[in-house]
Every structure is written in structure tokens, then in C-alpha cells.
């Protein structure tokens, strides 16, 4: 049996919380505000069933994902879900639905999860649960806030903004980035994830010299992330995106994707050091000084 159930996105249950509080602020809606923890992707402070549990961000997901080693995700219920896999091709996976899930002192309305195998516990919150929210990553601080407004910018950031688009079969977010590997710097279409951190294709990141590092990823002129650690996928073969830019590859420290309006604006303070990686390309890009005498 394949499940037709939608669950109540996170952009809902916030608009939810607003109507409790009688706060008379409902197109605003409340803040929730995360701890980033360490790992990979956006990884925040999350529990399932009154257990702590490695909770990720995921917008590179269209369903929410929970690892078979959750409690509660082993049950069998005979229902099946077909998903786009993020490298490409589909597959069915057994749904479960997830109860008593909270993020941070906030719970979320029950909702269904495809059970993937992993040899942790990890639930991906993906798109049905994140809907139309406004995820404003601050490594900095080590927090992400999840609202359903974007945030005010103080004027005292420089920002820019990345083109991206959508992938038309699944509603993934695509963005344009340059690539500097060892051989080669090329443009290339990839999906902007947090739910992970970078992976390519195998066969692209060979022809770059990226195998295991990208010397530098470029989302807008002069934001550079420098010498990216990558996970070369011999399995990738979507196509447009050869692979998906976690939020490490993104170039800036503060970073708001828009899930509504499909927008992603970087930020950071105004007069900002240039990158690294650019400071070196600048300084090694210079010819050598020669040791011969120039003619007079």
C-alpha cells in the first residue's frame, strides 16, 4: 500500500504555536531557535520519543527520512512510499509515522518518515515537514532559526544573493556554483543541501582534481568557501546537479534560504577580509621574479 497522508509542515505548526499563544501576530508566527550540533549538515539539538536524536535540516529531501535504528522506526506497517533518490533514480521505501518528535522545546505535529538504512539514529527533516519556512543558518553563533518570515538584516552586512531555481520533479533548490579543483575551475549546476555535507559525482571530481577537496566553491563573485572537504560518489547520476553543496561550500557564515520564495541570501559583515583561498590565488597568481637584468 502506498501512503497518500501529508503531514503538517513545520511553516504550519509554527503558525499553530502563534494561534496558542494568542499572540495576534499570525502572518509572523514564532521563531524557533536551534543549537547547531557537530556532524555533518545542519545537525541540531532534536529528540523522538523523549530521546535525544541526531536531528538534521534537510531541504535537499522532498519526504522526511528516519534511519531504521530509531525507536519506532523498525515497526512494520505495510506501507510504502516511492522517493526520488537525491543521487538519482527512485526507490520505495516502508513509511512509518513518527510521533512525539520535538526540536529544541518545540514538538511537531506527528508526521510520516521513509525508513532508510544507516548504522546510526538520524531522522532528515525534508520538505513535507520544513514547507514553506525561512531557515537562517548562523554558523557563527552556532544556531539556525526556522520561521515563517525572514529575518530583518542589520545594515551592517554586506549580503548577496544567489540564483537558484528549482528542480521541476522534485522541488530540490539548484544553484550555479564555481569550482576550483586541481586540473580544472569549472561552472556547475549542483543542489544546495543541509541535510549533508559536499558530495560529487566521481566522474566530475576526477576531471576537476577534487576527489577528496575543492580548493575553492564560488555561490556569488567574492564568496568564497576554500578547500572543501567532498565525498565522491561513484552511484551519482542526476542530471542536471552533479552533486549537492552542503552548507559548509557555501561561502559566507550567515546564510538565510528562503523555502517560500526560493531565494538564498548570503551575508556577512561589510569590509570582510577577502577569503583566504582568494588571498593566496591573488598572491600566487604574480609571474616570478625573473633574476635576469631588464635591457635598458
Known amino acids: ?160 544573493e544567489v540564483d537558484v531555481t528549482r528542480a521541476p520533479d522534485t522541488d530540490r533548490l539548484l544553484a550555479a556554483a564555481q569550482l576550483s579543483g586541481a586540473h580544472a575551475t569549472v561552472l556547475q549546476t549542483l543542489i544546495v543541501g543541509t541535510g549533508r555535507s559536499t558530495e560529487l559525482a566521481r566522474f566530475q571530481a576526477r576531471l576537476l582534481g577534487a576527489e577528496s577537496v575543492v580548493r575553492a566553491a564560488q555561490l556569488a563573485p567574492g564568496w568564497e568557501a576554500c578547500d572543501v572537504a567532498v565525498h565522491a560518489r561513484d552511484d551519482w547520476t542526476r542530471a542536471p546537479a552533479i552533486g549537492v553543496l552542503g552548507p559548509e561550500a557555501w561561502g559566507a557564515r550567515r546564510v538565510v534560504v528562503d523555502l517560500s520564495s526560493a531565494r538564498m541570501i548570503l551575508a556577512r559583515e561589510k569590509g570582510a577580509p577577502a577569503p583566504p583561498c582568494r588571498q593566496v590565488e591573488d598572491v600566487g597568481s604574480a609571474p616570478p621574479a625573473s633574476k635576469e637584468r631588464e635591457p635598458r
Open 1 to 160: 500500500m502506498t501512503s497518500a497522508m501529508r503531514p503538517v509542515p513545520l511553516a504550519a505548526a509554527l503558525l499553530l504555536a502563534a494561534c496558542a499563544h494568542g499572540s495576534g501576530t499570525q502572518s509572523a508566527g514564532p521563531t524557533v531557535k536551534l543549537a547547531l550540533r557537530s556532524g555533518p549538515g545542519l545537525s541540531v539539538e532534536g529528540a523522538l520519543g523523549g530521546a535525544p536524536v541526531d536531528v538534521r535540516l534537510a531541504i535537499e529531501e522532498p519526504r522526511s527520512l528516519v534511519s531504521a535504528r530509531c525507536p519506532g522506526a523498525g515497526v512494520a506497517t505495510g506501507v510504502q512510499v516511492r522517493l526520488p533518490l537525491l543521487q538519482g533514480g527512485w526507490a520505495t521505501l516502508p513509511e512509518v509515522p513518527l510521533s512525539g518528535v520535538t526540536l529544541g522545546a518545540t514538538p511537531l505535529p506527528a508526521f510520516r518518515a521513509a525508513v532508510v538504512q544507516e548504522p546510526a539514529c538520524v531522522l532528515w527533516l525534508g520538505l513535507d515537514v520544513l514547507g514553506q519556512s525561512v531557515v537562517d543558518v548562523d554558523l557563527d553563533r552556532g544556531t539556525v532559526s526556522v520561521s515563517r518570515t525572514a529575518p530583518v538584516l542589520p545594515k551592517t552586512l554586506e549580503q548577496a
